[in-house]
């Protein structure tokens, strides 16, 4: 289905050319070239085009009438039945793209799914904008998390890891108000995605039962905050809390708004530990096991990559799934230094390296978090920097020796 950020082609034409300049000028999006827009019966819907000619004839067009000349990027997808046709797919970043875009010393946009032009309020504020200005890059920039503390000043968790992505918006979801089916299907795709048994991993599931992701706390017509709470009876009643939070812009503000997903995890397990004496060994104060946490990196990334649960945040924003993007950053904030932390094992503190508290974890933008390999690849690496950061040695071979465990077991 079409929308503000998604739009079907049969084959190159002028207006082509138009929409990628509204696009530009609005919340970005792909255009699918070789996809009749309309389907009839008897008609197909993936007709396929000459790719080549297809890039050549719209790049040629963009070079022609923009001002200034520039282009999107093109990714022809072929066919595998021999054809020669492809679906070439053109991907509008509005991270990259010069603002305002013109044509004929017009700015056209993107407005209830159509091509529109710019009136002078807002072709004004295109023009004030500064390269990328009010655009959040999607899967980057989430903001680093706090660590609650008490009335003392003490904090509350051994430590938080956050990570998210920034959505552009479709049309109902610019003004619709978020419904409650909409906010439960999310929960129960996160129910049912692998982050429970990935949060349960660290304590070596002393704890057996939790709340699953529900509503809980602020929650309003477009803030959605829902909440993963692992229970016990000790003095820590929640040794493990996580909050997706889903944000829509205001109706009213920005038309660079865009929509955000804040995946927050809280453990307290240490204190837990500490409460029960049953976590870890005996006498001795608990630490994090580098297994498990690597085990919670990989279980993060795989739900943050989940078919149904990208689904559903698609269906709250109101854009194609496929313009959901893959979150590209983790933060870890501790109560205390990474190498107090975790479990010692065969990691070793080098003299004088200094102290850390956590640290900002980029993702590699070219691994894809569905594929299994991709995601592990991605949890090791995260591993090895949060390691060095501490100035610890002998994580990059418990790294390999996790992975050559889980191979011998599978």
Known sequence: MESLTLEFKR?????????????????????????????????????????????????????????????????????????GRSVVVIRVDTNVAPRPLLIDLKAPIRLSGQNSTADRDRFLKLAREEPSAGVLPTGQNVMSPNLDRDNEGNPVADFILRTGINLPMGEAGAWRPLSERSVAALAQALNNSAFPAALNTLGHSSYSSSTGFRQHGYNRSRTARLVYRALSRSAVPHPVETVVTVALPEIYGSSTAVATVTIDVLYRVRRYASSLDRVGLAGEEYRYPVPNLLDLFEGILKTTADPKVVAEIARITDIDSSLVAQPRELHLVADRQIKELLRSDSLQEIPGAGASHGGVFRANPALDLRDAADRQEQADDWLRQLGLDAGLTGMENLVEHCRAETWSKT
């Open 11 to 83: 084959e190159y034409s002028k207006s082509l050319v138009t929409t990628i300049a509204a696009m530009a000028n609005t919340y970005g999006g792909m255009i699918l070239v070789g996809i009749n827009d309309k389907v009839e019966p008897g008609t197909e819907r993936v007709v396929g085009v000459d790719a080549q000619d297809t890039i050549d004839k719209t790049a040629s067009g963009c070079r022609e009438k923009f001002e200034p000349p520039w282009e999107p990027t093109f990714i022809p997808v072929p066919f595998d039945d021999g054809s």
